[in-house]
């Protein structure tokens, strides 16, 4: 059975700095796929970025980066030049390539509480 | 507007009552799953499916039923509700093994007393 891991409940950076939301995951397979998600408070799910476990370079997006380390099972999320209004509830998830049905599960992580100050 | 939509928003059930949460995706989505989120526990997948016909049980599957007879829908019903469903509940919908994500509805709010 896979499993996400998110360490941190909350977080707090400034206003234009980089931070770091970590995730660890857990699985036998060698086909899977993790990404992460943004809930502001308003409760609607937003998809940030996407990893794949073949993927050679890390996957970026805008000011977010995915920090991929196969080896250690970890695929952090960098947001760069952070803004007020990126304070928001952030869940990993991972979904794998086990045969069956199971590419039709997302398995998601805890979540990390980010806030932004000015 | 293209995207998945639930109904109801809100929704307040009394013990024992069974009702259906409707969701509809327009995007001709294969995978469609049902998740609820509770404080601290992140989202816990309740059903899921991979294609119209073709279902399978989550994490957290019982007191609930699903059924998908078209790609579009996949309702998803409670049973005989109880205070342990009080929840908000969430649709999501993806293409087949993509690095698009899952698109998700807007959720729904049970409380159940």
């Known amino acids: 059975a896979q499993k996400i891991t998110q360490t941190q409940p909350g977080m707090f950076v400034q206003e234009k700095e980089a931070v770091t939301l970590d995730c660890t995951y857990d699985?036998?397979?060698?086909?899977?796929?993790l990404f992460w998600y943004k809930q502001p408070s308003s409760g609607e799910m937003i998809f940030l970025i996407y990893?794949?476990?073949?993927?050679?370079q890390n996957a970026t997006e805008g000011r977010y980066s995915l920090n991929f380390q196969k080896a250690r099972k970890s695929a952090n999320l960098v947001i760069s030049a952070s803004q007020l209004g990126d304070s928001a509830m952030y869940f990993c998830a991972m979904r794998v390539n086990a045969g069956g049905t199971s590419y039709g599960k997302l398995t998601f992580g805890q979540g990390t509480i980010l806030t932004v100050h000015p | 507007n293209a995207g998945v939509t639930q109904t109801p928003k809100f929704q307040v059930l009394k013990t024992g009552q069974s009702m259906t949460l409707q969701c509809a995706q327009d995007m001709n989505h294969e995978y469609m799953s049902w998740y609820r989120q509770d404080p601290g526990m992140g989202l816990r997948l309740i059903h899921y499916?991979?294609?119209?016909?073709?279902?399978d049980q989550g994490e957290v599957p019982n007191g609930y039923n699903v059924s998908r007879s078209t790609t579009e829908d996949f309702p998803l019903r409670l049973l005989s509700a109880a205070p342990s469903q009080t929840s908000v509940y969430f649709c999501?919908?993806?293409?087949?093994?993509?690095?698009?994500?899952?698109?998700f509805g807007s959720g729904t709010r049970l409380t159940v007393v």
């Open positions: 499916s991979v294609g119209a016909g073709i279902t």
């Open positions: 699985t036998s397979d060698q086909s899977y796929g």
């Open positions: 990893q794949g476990s073949y993927d050679e």
């Open positions: 999501a919908s993806s293409y087949s093994w993509s690095s698009y994500g899952y698109t």
